[in-house]
């Protein structure tokens, strides 16, 4: 029931508090307004603030601190944890670094999104030892200003690393050791098992410390959700004002973290987050690194998890398409049956999966690539940073002497799951040095998918930009100029 | 205070225990008739206080003009997300649980939603506004050249980061303070005097700061703070209410979409001889507004052309969404957006650079210089500003490579432009141009200001302080600016039309003038000096040839009887302005500037990147550099989203399709480009006499991201010479894709 909160020696309890309720709301109820409530959506960085994680680096105890939207993760999943907001940065009177440099730059005008931008800046703070326009970038990719165009803001982050002496340390890296002997005595991996009385009836937190135990508590609740960080599901509190009855969460389940780099498969545990994932993915398939730039803003991306991605069973996750056409599989478990299945068999109809009642992923497991294996990925939406796509495309061609033995592509947001395009694959193995190849895709994507329209793309756009995309992968392989605009060092161009 | 997370906003105020709070339940039809509402399970939902109808409310109408809109939904609904019901409950959780509860019976009726709807059955929220000069269909018609089109504009959500939030808290014999996220503190003080049946001195309005207004809480501010009060008078208790995103999204007002259909006549070098431009605006249902914001619209249709033959007419469009209302530039960018587009084509027509039909077309200094609605253009810097921006840039050079990428490139083009811009200074409605301040010196030698304006991000309450510590020639941090509060201010008005520092930092001074005269005359006698002898500077004042701190001075002041304090009024002199004819002075004075642009398209998907962006803008002589390098700066990025990624999508039935950030997507920290140079044009002051020889700087800089959308229409031009571009705003990644030849049906 304890967390570490800003500089506080003693650890702060959360109080008889519905498991509903987000991290944000409790820090508002609590008098700690300088985190602001902008969307609660996860979309837009006015309530960022930094969790603290122990763990373990070369073999040392050390604490990771990672920017967070709190307006869409749960208080309870603070246990165990620090947790620092705006409030918590200066030491005495003296302001944090990056607060200074915001305060030189000019890097706030009405102010509503400043403290998000002060704790996404101050993560970085804390993360990285030199600065670049693409990791300023990447840092606060969450973050929304209507103000100042961001310019300042970009020049204040500049400044915080540019100063001719190092990076001074702040109160929390002073304090490492104590904050770390304190974060130890509140985790005692014991499973968490909460009841909270409800005006109704009663709600349940559970977070089971290891696979054994977290498939007991699925097979005997029927009416337990499974979340992990919750960066979809937990809308449905906030946006859609549900109330989970039986919530469990599974970021403690110790199997459920591991990545596991064998001789010929990548295997990830389905709790890994993106951020945590992304270098063992990028070893082996370089194309993701600007995928997964764009895959979502670091806060969500800090602590969604790529099984989380799968399980939700949207049609426009961004992950999917990839591991389908990397004939990626699962590893599912059911009490103490394990079964395998492909990826691509995993969703039935729109947010329909084969899973059964008590049934969650254990694994991801992603076949290594051979030295002829080429994955280009694409994704299209209506702006580059922090958006959910309109069409993503991967595309996995076996090239032998320039010439595709074999091609497999899988499409987002063309249907109602992620789903692989057979007859896309046979044309595009076909065709591929066909000057007609955009056509002769167009026509069977058109035959194999009838997407919709709506917000983020229209029918058409969706198909036609598809079948240009199979175009432009081959052009890409031949080594044609069409960069992603996305991924373009802009300096270059002028 | 803003990076330490202590700058308290209407949410973040500690409120007294007890304190209830508000939410709406919303119509989920864009037109019906209401036959019934079953609030029965949402009153005995937890926590649940009262339910809010129509039928309990007594003054039910309010509106910033005429009182058009129901604060809520009586008998029919006329929009999507209109407010129904108001809940009150315990907490605001609550609140929005038992708003979800209510059920309406609803008939729906046909809607009207679009431009091109509304034009087809004449559904209009009054007569056309038309500008006229000369005669357009002769000079057309004599024209060796002519092109007609038309073009759609796209509206913009604020999307201020702080959404609408007020707290009504009655105090005694009927009183009320009422703390309000807004612009117009003055208009919800009547308007909440109104509702209430009460007069104006019974309700005290408080703004201390905004996250945000862009003109979105110009008069969206008033509904909530109406509810809270009704409320709260109801209960006697204090009452909150705050929109959830998508509720404000749905229930607020935004930026005018607009059709605007053009047919012009030129020279063989591109000159205009004649032009018609027909503006059609979505108003909404109720008017907010949008007469003024459709008159801005034509008097910018010309923005630093001169056209001597031209029929600009505006039409407001009724319909059946969400009223639409003010936001930054207030109809102005619409009308430029439109000329600048016809400049492009009539360039692509004649195969020439579209810089040089800007400048054969440039309004001139001594000739050439009066614009349709008969304003004379004074201060004209365009011609110059231009040129220095041209140097700057390396525009001739970039032309060049661009075209050399251009032959290099199959799948990647390049497109470039420039845009100048030229916008009108004043509220275009006469009387709005005036304001107060009140300003009050310690004993301690510390000051005090209050005036009309309010905090929204722009610095106003900076540079308000700094002309009143110049004043007095004192350092700044002597001075507080406090809350803006109806009660120290009277009849102010609205913080918009970039009138800020203008209006209110020539009250200020005023202000500060008479108080120094009080203590001038004082010394004068008390010192025996002559005038002249007397001078504040360096926090002391020099009295003869003695100098005293300023502190000892307002000691000795008060010492003698001296006051101390004064209020200050300023109007704007000079302009006037006929409605009828809509001919006049509208304006004060021009503020200028001017962007490129330099943008690389993907034709294969239509995705676009910001390459470069220079900008040289006119802000007269400034009175802070960094606030004004802001403005020029946020201004133009939230310009280049409306033009670009932001895209409001209405269902055929009318129903708003995005109302959050997930799909609603303003620039985020990417789409800032690298190269993105900003000056503001040095040695240089306003032609007109205002505060320090300042301009305006708020709504300008805006209109300078049309370049960027003009470079993306260039580029698709030069992806394909023979594509008569129909780019329509926002350029979207779709719609550009599909303004590419993308030949995939063959």
């Known amino acids: 029931m304890h967390f570490l909160l800003n500089q506080n020696s003693t650890p702060t309890t959360l ?28 979309d837009c960085g006015a309530c960022t603030a930094v969790v603290g994680e122990l763990t373990i680096k070369d073999n040392i105890k050390v604490v990771e601190y990672k920017s967070i939207n709190t307006c869409i993760a749960l208080a309870f999943s603070l246990i165990g944890k620090h947790l620092i907001t705006v409030e918590g940065l200066k030491e005495g009177e003296v302001l944090h670094p990056v607060q200074k440099a915001m305060v030189i730059e000019n890097g706030s005008q009405c102010g509503f999104c400043t403290p998000g931008f002060v704790m996404s800046m101050f993560a970085m703070y804390h993360n990285e030892d030199t600065v670049s326009l693409p990791k300023i970038n990447e840092a606060l990719s969450g973050n929304l200003c209507r103000c100042t165009g961001y310019k300042p803001i970009i020049a204040a982050a500049f400044s915080v690393f540019n100063e001719e002496n190092e990076k001074p340390l702040d109160y929390y890296q002073k304090n490492q050791e104590k904050i770390i002997k304190s974060l130890i005595s509140i985790n005692d991996n014991e499973n968490i098992s909460l009841i909270f009385k409800g005006d109704k009836n009663n709600l349940s937190y559970d977070a089971p410390s290891n696979a054994d135990e977290l498939a007991n508590i699925l097979i005997n609740n029927d009416s337990a959700k499974i979340v992990a960080a919750g960066t979809d599901l937990n809308l449905e509190i906030t946006q859609s004002l549900k109330e989970f009855s039986h919530i469990v969460s599974v970021n403690g389940v110790k199997e459920l973290q591991v990545i596991n780099d064998g001789e010929f498969e990548l295997e990830i545990g389905s709790a890994v987050s993106y951020q945590k994932a992304t270098s063992s993915l990028v070893k082996y398939w ?95 939406s209506k702006r580059f940073e922090d958006d959910i796509s309109g069409v993503c495309m991967a595309i996995n061609v076996r ?94 161009y002028l | 205070m803003h990076v330490q997370g202590s700058a308290a906003y209407i949410d973040d105020m500690s409120v007294p225990e007890g304190t209830l709070h508000v939410a709406f339940a919303l119509s989920n039809v864009a037109h019906g008739k209401i036959n019934g509402i079953d609030i029965k399970i949402a009153k005995k939902a937890q926590g649940v206080h009262s339910v809010l109808l129509a039928k309990d409310i007594k003054h039910l109408n309010i509106g910033p003009l005429i009182h058009d809109e129901p604060i809520l939904a009586k008998d029919e609904v006329v929009f999507y997300g209109q407010a129904i019901a108001a809940v009150l409950a315990d907490s605001h959780e609550n609140a929005r649980k038992a708003a979800a509860l209510i059920e309406f019976q609803i008939t729906e009726l046909d809607s009207i939603v679009t431009v091109e709807q509304a034009m087809a059955k004449k559904s209009f929220l009054g007569e056309p506004l038309v500008v006229n000069t000369g005669d357009a269909d002769k000079a057309i018609n004599k024209a060796k050249n002519k092109l007609n089109g038309r073009i759609t504009i796209g509206g913009q959500e604020h999307y201020y980061l702080e959404g609408q939030v007020a707290l009504a808290m009655p105090t005694e014999d009927n009183e009320m303070i009422v703390h309000s996220s807004t612009q117009n503190p003055t208009e919800v003080q009547h308007l909440v005097a109104h509702v209430l049946g009460t007069s104006h001195n019974a309700i005290e309005v408080v703004t201390r700061r905004m996250g945000g207004g862009f003109g979105g809480k110009e008069t969206d501010s008033s509904q909530l703070a109406c509810v809270c009060a009704l409320f709260a008078q109801l209960c006697s208790l204090p009452v909150k209410a705050r929109l959830s995103r998508r509720d404000d999204i749905l229930m607020t007002g935004k930026r005018h979409d607009f059709v605007a259909d053009y047919e012009v006549g030129y ?86 650079d579209a810089l040089t039909i800007r400048k054969i077309n440039f309004y001139q200094k001594n000739t050439n210089n009066v614009t349709p609605y008969d304003q004379v253009v004074e201060d004209n810097i365009i011609n110059e500003l231009t040129s220095e921006l041209v140097e700057d840039s390396n525009y001739l050079t970039r032309r060049e490579k661009v075209a050399k990428f251009n032959k290099q490139n199959k799948y990647l083009k390049k497109g470039l432009a420039l845009s100048p811009v030229k916008f009108g200074i004043s509220f275009t409605t006469p009387l709005l141009n005036q304001a107060g301040a009140l300003v009050n010196v310690y004993k301690d030698g510390s000051i005090y200001i209050n005036h009309g304006g309010t905090e929204m991000g722009q610095g106003l309450f900076i540079k308000v302080a700094q002309v009143v510590a110049n004043e007095f020639g004192v350092e700044i941090e002597r001075v507080k600016v406090s809350a803006t509060s109806t009660a120290k201010v009277p009849n102010t008005s609205p913080t918009a039309a970039s009138s800020g520092s203008d209006l209110n930092g020539m009250a200020a001074r005023e202000a500060c003038l ?8 004082f010394a004068l006698e008390h010192f025996d000096l002559s005038i002249g002898e007397i001078k504040f500077q360096d926090s002391c004042v020099l009295l003869g040839k003695k100098k005293i701190t300023f502190d000892d001075f307002v000691s000795l002041s008060y010492l003698n009887r001296v006051e101390l304090f004064s209020n200050g009024f300023y109007k704007t002199p000079k302009i006037y302005f006929d409605a009828s004819k809509q001919k006049g002075r509208p304006f004060y004075y021009y503020s200028y500037g001017a962007c490129v642009s330099e943008v690389l398209v993907d034709c294969l998907t239509g995705e676009y990147k910001l390459l470069a962006v220079d900008i040289l803008h006119d802000v007269g002589a400034s009175l802070n550099p960094a606030i004004d ?63 320090h020889k300042s301009k305006a700087v708020g709504e300008p800089p805006l209109m300078l991201a049309i370049s960027t959308w003009l470079a ?35």
């Not at chain 2, 995005?658 to 789409?671: L, Q, R, V």
């Open chain 2, 267 to 352: 020279s063989d070098d591109g000159k205009i001889q004649g032009i018609k431009i027909d503006l059609a605006a979505r108003c909404g249902y109720s008017l907010d507004l949008s007469k003024a914001i459709v008159s801005r619209a034509l008097f910018h249709a010309d923005n630093a052309y001169y056209i001597p033959n031209a029929t600009f007419r505006g039409f407001l469009c009724k319909t059946n969404t969400a009223s639409n209302t003010a936001f930054r530039g207030f109809g102005g960018p619409q009308g430029m957006l439109a000329i600048e587009n016809i400049i492009e084509e009539i360039a692509s027509n004649l195969g020439v």
């Open chain 1, 399 to 492: 090239l032998n002497d320039d010439l595709p033995s074999s091609v497999k592509i899988a499409l987002g947001g063309m249907s109602g799951i992620p789903q692989r395009a057979l007859g896309l694959e046979k044309v595009t193995l076909d065709n591929w040095n066909d000057e007609n190849i955009a056509q002769l895709a167009y026509g069977a994507i058109k035959n194999e998918f009838s997407p919709f329209d709506d917000v983020r793309a229209s029918s058409e756009y969706r198909l036609k930009v598809s079948a240009n995309l199979v175009k432009k992968s081959i052009l890409i392989l031949k080594g044609a100029a069409v960069e992603n605009l996305a991924e373009i060092n802009q300096s270059n």
């Open chain 2, 712 to 746: 993306i229409k260039n580029a698709i031009y030069n992806a394909d010479n023979s594509n008569k571009t129909g780019l329509n705003a926002p350029a979207s990644f779709e719609q550009v894709f599909f303004n590419l030849n993308n030949n995939l049906d063959q």
């Open chain 2, 629 to 691: 390098m802001g403005q020029i700066v946020g201004g133009y990025i939230q310009g280049m989203g409306w033009l670009c990624s932001e895209e409001l999508k209405w269902n055929d039935s009318g129903v708003l399709l995005t109302t959050g950030a997930s799909t609603y997507k303003i620039p985020a920290i990417g789409d800032t480009p690298e190269h993105f140079k900003v000056k503001i044009k040095p040695n240089i002051s306003n032609h007109e006499n205002t505060i």
């Open chain 1, 15 to 42: 109080g008889e508090i519905n498991p509903n309720m987000t991290v944000l709301e409790w820090l508002r109820a609590s008098q700690l307004v300088g985190t602001k409530e902008g969307c609660a959506s996860g």
């Open chain 2, 514 to 521: 008479r108080i120094k005269q009080n203590m001038s005359e």
């Open chain 1, 286 to 380: 370089p194309d993701l690194e600007a995928y997964l730039h764009r895959f979502a803003s670091l806060p969500i991306k800090n602590w969604a998890t790529i099984g989380g991605n799968i399980a939700n069973a949207s049609p426009i996750g961004d992950m999917p398409p990839v591991l389908i056409a990397l004939e990626a599989k699962l590893k599912l478990r059911k009490e103490s049956k394990v079964r395998i299945i492909a990826l691509e068999d995993f969703f039935v109809t729109y947010k329909k999966t084969v899973l059964e009642k008590g049934e969650f992923i254990e694994s991801i497991i992603i076949p290594k690539p051979d030295k002829n294996e080429h994955l280009i990925a694409h994704k299209i």
